[in-house]
């Protein structure tokens, strides 16, 4: 599997922006796909993430409520609805898949095998 994020840009707190991760192959819609971010110097950390189904969803607490991922299988894209932005939320955000976790979400990056190149997202105050 083959992952390409795109969506990202600059923008002003309290904006939003939509994230994008396209997913070769047909066996694209049998993986879990979640999303990661990392600010330079520091460690890259889970977002969100969504079943193979789309069926069930988890955030991290940071992002919980303003961040949606959805799915549309039949295009092989992942999305990241990204609301009411805070500079805190500037990072490379990076999409990754997984089938390690029958009908799961996993938040911990060694369960997942495939990684996107990353999108720079910059939020201004």
């Known amino acids: 599997v083959q992952l390409q994020a795109s969506g990202g840009g600059l923008v002003q707190a309290g904006g939003s922006l939509r994230l994008s991760c396209a997913g070769s192959?047909?066996?694209?819609?049998?993986?879990?796909v979640a999303w990661f971010r990392q600010v330079p110097g520091k460690e890259r950390e889970f977002a969100a993430a969504?079943?193979?189904?789309?069926?069930?969803?988890s955030y991290a607490d940071s992002v919980l409520g303003r961040f949606t991922i959805s799915r549309d299988n039949a295009k092989n894209t992942v999305y990241l609805q990204m609301n009411s932005l805070k500079p805190e939320d500037t990072a490379v955000y990076y999409c990754?898949?997984?089938?390690?976790?029958?009908?799961?979400?996993?938040?911990?990056?060694?369960?997942?095998?495939?990684w996107g190149q990353g999108t720079q997202v910059t939020v201004s105050s």
């Open positions: 969504i079943t193979w189904s789309g069926g069930s969803t």
């Open positions: 990754a898949a997984t089938r390690r976790v029958l009908n799961g979400t996993p938040k911990q990056i060694p369960l997942y095998d495939y």
């Open positions: 192959g047909r066996t694209f819609s049998t993986y879990a």
